[in-house]
């Protein structure tokens, strides 16, 4: 099985709302990202978990929370968002080891955020 | 700092004729090389990569790429292409010794196939 699922497919929230995105993975992999991807761009990378910790955050603003509560499970929570916010998130998982850099990651279908 | 590029924006080509996307890469040492495929409206779908061995590699729905360290170069091939391959084509690269965890991917190249 190498499927990672997100939840859910599309949402639609208002610049007050608070609402949280999911990601899971039955892979037995240890590195979790979330990326963001505007239309016809390359994904770019917001964090990474190795090992259910927090390894890399590209400077994201603080309206964005990761979570990451097992080695199965990722959350993004989302609060006071802006419109320029609206995006696919992409979450993807990979292998995590000395030798991890040569892993490929998997991606999840994404979830189609709007902002209001 | 690693990087990777993708000259092209588009790529037209016939149904049945053979398809090449570029990319080209630097980074300070020996490269990890990835290429994904993304349909409308999904997530990216792997398709091959290289991390050493033998230069040219093969991967998902025959397709097939070809290192060449002294073009700094992994271009992306398939003999005969389809109309389903139209999609938005990504190359990544990673470097072994530094960037951390971290995947650098190319602007992305559209492919369209026509009949």
């Known amino acids: 099985d190498t499927e990672v699922t997100q939840t859910p497919k599309h949402l639609v929230m208002g610049m007050t709302n608070k609402k949280s995105l999911k990601c899971e993975q039955h892979m037995g992999h240890r590195a979790m990202y979330w990326y963001k991807q505007k239309a016809k761009k390359p994904p770019e990378l917001m964090f990474v978990y190795s090992y259910e910790k927090l390894s890399i955050n590209e400077s994201v603003p603080s309206r964005f929370s990761p979570e990451c509560p097992n080695s199965s499970l990722l959350n993004l929570h989302l609060h006071a968002l802006q419109p320029e916010d609206s995006a696919l998130y992409l979450c993807?998982?990979?292998?995590?080891?000395?030798?991890?850099?040569?892993?490929?990651?998997?991606f999840g279908p994404g979830t189609r955020l709007t902002v209001t | 700092a690693q990087s990777v590029a993708q000259p092209e924006d588009q790529v037209n080509v016939a149904e049945g004729n053979p398809l090449t996307v570029k990319c080209t890469y630097s980074v300070s040492g020996n490269p990890y090389l990835f290429w994904y495929v993304q349909y409308p409206n999904r997530g990216l779908q792997f398709l091959l990569k290289?991390?050493?061995?033998?230069?040219l590699v093969k991967g998902s729905y025959g397709f097939e790429a070809e290192f060449n360290k002294s073009q700094t170069s992994f271009h992306l091939k398939k003999p005969s292409a389809l109309v389903s391959d139209s999609a938005l084509y990504f190359c990544a690269v990673r470097d072994p010794q530094g960037g951390g965890n971290k995947l650098t991917f190319g602007t992305g190249t559209q492919l369209k196939v026509e009949l």
């Open positions: 993807a998982s990979s292998r995590d080891s000395i030798l991890a850099r040569s892993y490929e990651q998997y």
């Open positions: 290289y991390i050493t061995g033998d230069n």
